[in-house]
């Protein structure tokens, strides 16, 4: 529903339709216009915050391939419950998650925290490393293009001697400090670990130069409902990132202090040049007994960990998907408007230990 590169489907016309009418060939052209109008222009505004309006046109879903997907959701659910024993053949991996499509990355800096293309689903992996001396209480996480080059995007772990949460984000593999040249976000809690905020590698705004310009920006939050009561059942998620403009740029938010950030804003409804979009509500199935969701084969391991970020105008339209495949491994696939660094923290931000959230 949102590629926008399923237009030369609409281009081709076969000999069959050569012959009708010259009344149902306009006809029949014109329902394609307009369908082919109402997936771009929604695939651009749904995340756009300039210009509500646009926002509001395009709710009905006239493609076929939102139906088709609609269909797939009903006929092939993969469970958040599969058992551990099944999928451990490697073949039978390989044939159920397809890697992802043929992406370059030239500039990894560049590459990570740029959006992903509109109509492109990027499909990563994420390792988690315990091994070490003191791996067990902070591992090491890895983010790779699930490919057959297994190209290397970012790694992650967890600050030690920190009194919140603490990740840092870096390009390099090998490099995980703060002052290094490869360092290029992280990920902060608050201190009941229910809220979290990624940043990039911009500087505090304390050490701000006079135009602000490499000031950080916060590019994404995320809120955890607690659940003090102990009720069992799925995890329930907000994800906060900053808009889009009409070039389909991400709009900077550059906090000048405490009382400024997207927690704040969320939290005082000041929506202006934010997106709110949450994780979808998995269904309860009585033969399995437990809740389903459709990862499209990309998640075979039943994890509270495992969930679907959408928004709320579109729910068919996934915005980001995690889930684990192995005892250490997990998949992680992002499209349009999150980049890399977003899905990487957000995933990143579900390892930490929240006991009020489980």
Same mark, same amino acid.
């Given at each position: 529903?949102?590629?926008? @590169?399923?237009?030369?489907? #609409? ?16 006809? %029949? ?23 509500? %309006? ?12 939102? $139906? ?5 959701? $009903? ?24 890697? &992802? ?32 001396? #003191? ?26 001697? %920190?009194?919140? %949460? ?10 995980? &400090? ?78 000048? @202090? ?31 007994? &437990? ?36 005892? #250490? ?30």
């Amino acid at each position: 529903m949102f590629q926008v @590169n399923g237009n030369k489907a #609409d281009g081709k016309v076969k000999k069959k339709e050569e012959r009708q009418t010259d009344e149902e060939d306009s006809e %029949s052209e014109s329902k394609k216009d307009k369908s082919k109008k109402k997936c771009t222009a929604k695939s651009a505004s749904m995340f756009q915050t300039a210009g509500e %309006s646009k926002e509001k046109k395009g709710k009905k879903k006239g493609s076929a391939k939102a $139906e088709e997907e609609k269909s797939d959701d $009903e006929n092939s659910e993969a469970t958040h419950k599969t058992a551990k024993k099944k999928g451990k053949g490697k073949k039978g991996k390989k044939e159920e998650r397809p890697p &992802s499509p043929v992406i370059e990355v030239e500039n990894l800096e560049e590459f990570v925290l740029q959006p992903a293309p509109q109509g492109v689903t990027i499909k990563c992996r994420v390792t988690r490393d315990k091994k070490g001396m #003191d791996r067990g209480l902070y591992p090491t996480y890895y983010l790779h293009l699930d490919n057959d080059k297994k190209v290397f995007l970012l790694a992650g772990r967890k600050r030690k001697k %920190s009194t919140t %949460s603490n990740y840092l984000i870096s390009i390099d593999p090998t490099d995980l &400090s703060r002052d290094g040249h490869n360092f290029i976000g992280k990920l902060r809690s608050n201190l009941m670990g229910t809220k979290f905020t990624v940043f990039d590698n911009g500087v505090n705004p304390d050490r701000a130069n006079s135009e602000w310009t490499n000031v950080r920006q916060e590019l994404a939050a995320v809120i955890y409902e607690t659940n003090v009561l102990g009720f069992k059942g799925p995890r329930r998620m907000t994800v906060l990132i900053p808009g889009m403009n009409e070039e389909s740029e991400r709009v900077p938010v550059r906090p000048r @202090n405490d009382n400024d950030g997207l927690l704040i804003r969320y939290q005082n409804r000041n929506m202006d040049n934010m997106i709110e979009l949450h994780n979808k509500t998995p269904v309860w199935n009585n033969e399995t007994q &437990s809740y389903v969701l459709n990862f499209s084969g990309r998640v075979t391991h039943a994890s509270v960990k495992n969930f679907q970020i959408v928004h709320s105008k579109d729910v068919d339209y996934i915005v980001m998907q995690f889930g684990r495949v192995a005892e #250490d491994t997990f998949t992680l696939d992002y499209s349009y408007p999150m980049c890399a660094v977003q899905a990487f923290a957000i995933a990143l931000s579900s390892f930490d230990g929240k006991l009020a959230c489980e």
